[in-house]
């Protein structure tokens, strides 16, 4: 879930409007304050000012913000503007998206609204990071919302096509084939937890969707008798949390087989800083997002300020700027490995 911004309190007052009318004589100099005619005997006082006709002091009423109906009784002011009443008032409000309330006091969650009661209620989508209406309970007890869990990613066919579908575009993203691609193998929550204890080099409290796996194995063979030593050889997996939503399902996909190209193609870099890694495959996977408009998953990218996630992601973006791929490609092949630094450059 990305960081939740509190809505300003909404403000307003009801107050009414006070129109006199005065039945004694006017004086002749005396004139309409609107129309400039002359007073009759009977005329009417609205705010210190005169007018000749009821019509007349229509014009100097305020109109409702949102009907644009005159005012003539009570009404409410939010912000500088005025409201006929409730009703209209509430249509400025932004409603919340579990209960449909308009919200007075609440959080806004990257794009999204809810109200305070129904954020403090509702448990959190393990999957979009957002409140769950009506949540699911899965059997490790991860909890998710309706929207997430109708495209959820399940079982191992239909995930290794959204895997395919990553990397096709990774590899057309970056002219680069993966020569050997990872086995895919989804796990659920208990498993990924006890893969990231054993496998994972950072101990950053990201959220965990993916783990890529290289293991190298030494074979060794007999020979009537004798041993000689063969090539070393490498099993390369990529772990994938189940029930993840097909967009960040592919997203956390992109990210991870990532790992793997910078493995195949920039050797030079297997002893960068973490955040090199974590970097470079999270600008490939905001890439992504913004190639198919995953507006939520690139802001959870955006807004993330781990010190390897995060920060390395805000260097890439600088170094890609207007040229893309082209340019880390470039700082791949060039950068001096030995002088980079522990942590991310800030601007």
Not at 93 to 121: A, M
Not at 127 to 148: F, H, K, M, S
Not at 316 to 321: I, L, M, W
């Amino acid at each position: 879930m990305g960081p939740m911004s509190e809505f300003s309190r909404r403000l307003f007052a009801t107050a009414a409007l006070l129109i006199g009318v005065a039945t004694v004589g006017a004086a002749p100099s005396m004139r309409c304050h609107v129309c400039a005619g002359r007073l009759s005997e009977q005329y009417w006082t609205y705010e210190n000012k005169i007018c000749c006709s009821e019509a007349c002091v229509d014009l100097l009423r305020p109109r409702c913000a949102r009907c644009e109906k005159v005012i003539d009784g009570k009404y409410v002011e939010s912000e500088g503007a005025v409201y006929c009443g409730q009703n209209c008032f509430n249509t400025t409000l932004p409603d919340c998206e579990i209960c449909n309330e308009p919200i007075y006091e609440g959080f806004n969650i990257t794009s999204h609204n809810y109200c305070q009661r129904c954020v403090e209620r509702s448990p959190t989508c393990f999957c979009c990071g957002l409140p769950a209406a009506y949540p699911t309970q899965l059997d490790d007890g991860r909890e998710i919302c309706v929207n997430c869990a109708r495209w959820a990613v399940r079982d191992e066919a239909l995930a290794q096509q959204h895997y395919d579908r990553a990397r096709r575009w990774l590899e057309a993203w970056t002219s680069l084939t993966i020569g050997s691609v990872p086995d895919l193998k989804l796990v659920d929550r208990d498993e990924m937890m006890k893969l990231s204890t054993d496998l994972r080099k950072s101990d950053s409290p990201v959220p965990i969707r993916g783990l890529y796996s290289r293991q190298t194995y030494l074979r060794k063979r007999g020979f009537f008798g004798a041993w000689r030593e063969s090539p070393k050889d490498s099993r390369e997996t990529i772990y994938l949390i189940d029930h993840l939503h097909d967009e960040v399902f592919r997203v956390a996909a992109t990210h991870e087989l990532t790992h793997d190209l910078i493995h195949e193609h920039f050797k030079r870099l297997e002893d960068a800083p973490l955040w090199v890694h974590e970097g470079l495959c999270q600008q490939a996977a905001a890439e992504y997002c913004r190639r198919r408009n995953y507006a939520d998953a690139l802001q959870s990218i955006e807004i993330c300020t781990d010190p390897d996630y995060g920060d390395g992601y805000q260097y890439f973006k600088r170094v890609a700027g207007f040229e893309g791929w082209s340019a880390l490609k470039r700082w791949m092949e060039t950068v001096d490995v030995e002088t980079l630094p522990e942590t991310a450059p800030k601007p």
